[in-house]
């Protein structure tokens, strides 16, 4: 069974950064296209960005862009995404999640198959 960890969370003041991760244990990311969503308080979850096997293609939600950098390092087996600039409406479960394997990431929960259980993220002064 694939399973998914997500860590790094926390409180952050408003300008402050954040690093998640994400990782995996019993099996190789190397051959997932992993995405990180995020779902407020009240809200539906959303896609917040998305990066390809060996990392050489990226997306991210409009939102997010030019703050937030998603990465990947296959050798710790681990993804990663750097927040910058953090905002209070970035407040948010944050998952990572995957489709089956070398199926594309898509900013879309609903295409998503495997998920970690999140980790909260709290921007606030």
């Known amino acids: 069974q694939l399973q998914l960890v997500e860590s790094g969370g926390g409180l952050v003041q408003p300008g402050g950064s954040l690093r998640l991760s994400c990782s995996a244990s019993g099996f190789t990311l190397n051959v997932y296209h992993i995405g990180w969503f995020r779902q407020a308080p009240g809200k539906e979850r959303e896609g917040v960005s998305c990066?390809?096997?060996?990392?050489?293609?990226?997306n991210y939600a409009d939102s997010v862009k030019g703050r937030f950098t998603i990465s990947r390092d296959n050798a710790k087996n681990t993804v990663y995404l750097q927040m910058n600039n953090l905002e209070p409406e970035d407040t948010a479960v944050y998952y990572c999640a995957t489709p089956d394997p070398f199926r594309q990431c898509v900013l879309y929960p609903s295409a998503m198959k495997y998920w970690g259980k999140g980790t909260l993220v709290t921007v606030s002064s």
């Open positions: 990066i390809s096997l060996n990392g050489g293609s990226t």
